[in-house]
């Protein structure tokens, strides 16, 4: 089971390098376009590379995300698939589970969120890879008996927790209230017909860190598994979205300061806090 798991750790990699290999430097010598989208509104295509057929705003999203998986997320995969290899302890498997969790993420929002390109083949491998994975990581964590030095779940972690669980309803649910009150499509559906980051992050995210925080209290491992992978998901997507801010930027595209406030300050303020948890988190699970 834990030489499965780490057989398709190792994929992942590779289909990581593919996917955002190509997202970043694959040139098709394109050019931007307008065009009219489902609703009769007037929507400027990117027109270059692998994301030519997706928005201008949507593919400086996805470019900056692929910088992320490339130059960041994917190094350290690869530190903590050598790190579990050789030491086979619940911080090596929790952070490398953590690490898969986060290309779950990665790979269902382009394989579901993307127009339709060459690489929906490599999408769909990586979300295979990544959900049994995460399955696989999960199991073998539940075999440990995870203990904390220090007590963890503490007023403040319980604050955070359900701060992260109503931001993420904060950030994304007026923009559908709206929608429905006016009897119009999001703001930003552009040429898609949902947007999968509302899905996830209210769908799934939300509810688990609720879940999380129930196991917390119970004082059990699948509340230490969760946190991990919860803490872990908060620091990268936090950074993540600052990455996709600035290739915005780069591009010509500004964002509202309401927008720039509800939707980037949130998860940044979120990552910061998360990361002091997170490494408080690891640094006290005893190994033993």
Known sequence: MNKVF???SIFIVFLVIISSGFGLFYKSDGQPYDFQNQYGDT???YGDGIYR???YFMAHIFRGTDFMALFIVLPLMIFALI???KKNTIKSKLFLTAIIAYFLYYSISYSMGV????LHLVYLALFSCTLYASL???GLLKTFSIRISIKIYTNGLKIFLVFC???LFVAWLPDIIVSLVNKKPLELIEIYTTQITYVLDMAIISPLIFICLYNLSKNNNIGYILLGIILNMLSLVGIMVILQTVFQNRAGIELPVEATITKVGIFVILAILAIYYEIKLFKNIKDK
């Not at 127009?115 to 060459?118: E, K, L, P, Q, T």
């Open 43 to 45: 929507v400027k295509i």
């Open 136 to 138: 696989l990581g999960y």
């Open 53 to 55: 057929n997706d928005s």
């Open 83 to 85: 790190m579990d290899t």
């Open 165 to 167: 669980g109503l931001s």
């Open 115 to 118: 127009i339709y390109n060459v």
């Open 6 to 8: 780490h057989i398709l």
